[in-house]
């Protein structure tokens, strides 16, 4: 079990510039979630899919974010254009049915 | 409503000592109540839930005991180790299976050798 696989690790980029955050879920789960963790808000819910479509996004923040699923292995969480406040660890997380979710270890962004 | 409020923020405490740490929700309909452990440079990972049809549930040296009366649920750890230093962050959610988590602000732990 290869885990929850997020790319990249680390991600620096300047204000403007379009980021995007790649998720590779536990094979066989059909929940995918994206959150974020910052020292302010601690972890957040961003949005959750259900067999690739999106369930619930009430955690996006702005219309500068956005969530695509369009396969059962892969998830993007892409921020254009990203702004210094964006800058935060942004995890993904997949569990299957009855499955408690499984995290994977993150992606630390820093927008300059 | 969708809060989860989590004391203290930090903890120190000796090796071999309990560590308890506690938190508080607002909404009745929570019915799903983890805990995740989470080491720098991880992603959290669940260390034990409990749903609110019993009032404790013990795995090995830890322990959640719960209070739906109150609306308060506790993780004790026993025997605490070394090892277990880390942050470690209550959640609930409510009728979906643990899907929409609403997660406390997280309480760093540091046990001493």
């Known amino acids: 079990d290869a885990g929850v696989i997020q790319s990249p690790r680390h991600e620096v980029t300047e204000m403007g510039q379009e980021v995007t955050l790649r998720c590779k879920p536990i094979?066989?789960?059909?929940?995918l979630f994206w959150y974020r963790q910052t020292m302010m808000r601690g972890l957040e819910l961003l949005i959750y899919?259900?067999?690739?479509?999106?369930?619930?996004d009430s955690g996006m923040p702005e219309d500068r974010f956005s969530a695509k699923m369009p396969n059962a292995s892969f998830s993007t969480l892409k921020i254009q254009p990203s702004e210094p406040r964006d800058s935060a660890v942004y995890f993904c997380?997949?569990?299957?049915?009855?499955?408690?979710?499984?995290f994977g270890d993150g992606t630390r962004l820093s927008i300059l | 409503q969708q809060q989860v409020k989590q004391s203290p923020q930090s903890l120190i405490v000796q090796k071999g000592g309990i560590s308890i740490i506690n938190c508080a929700y607002e909404?009745?309909?929570?019915?799903?109540f983890p805990w995740y452990q989470q080491f720098p440079g991880k992603g959290p990972a669940l260390l034990i839930a409990?749903?609110?049809?019993?009032s404790e549930k013990k795995e090995g040296r830890f322990t959640i005991s719960f209070n739906k009366s109150a609306k308060q649920f506790s993780l004790h750890i026993m025997d605490s180790q070394p090892g277990d230093s880390a942050t470690y962050f209550c959640?609930?959610?409510?009728?979906?299976?643990?899907?929409?988590?609403?997660f406390g602000g997280g309480t760093r732990l540091m046990v001493k050798p």
């Open positions: 997380a997949s569990r299957g049915r009855g499955q408690p979710q499984h």
């Open positions: 094979s066989g789960h059909d929940y």
């Open positions: 899919f259900n067999n690739n479509v999106p369930i619930d």
């Open positions: 909404n009745t309909a929570f019915d799903y």
């Open positions: 409990i749903r609110p049809d019993v």
């Open positions: 959640a609930a959610s409510r009728n979906n299976a643990g899907n929409m988590l609403t």
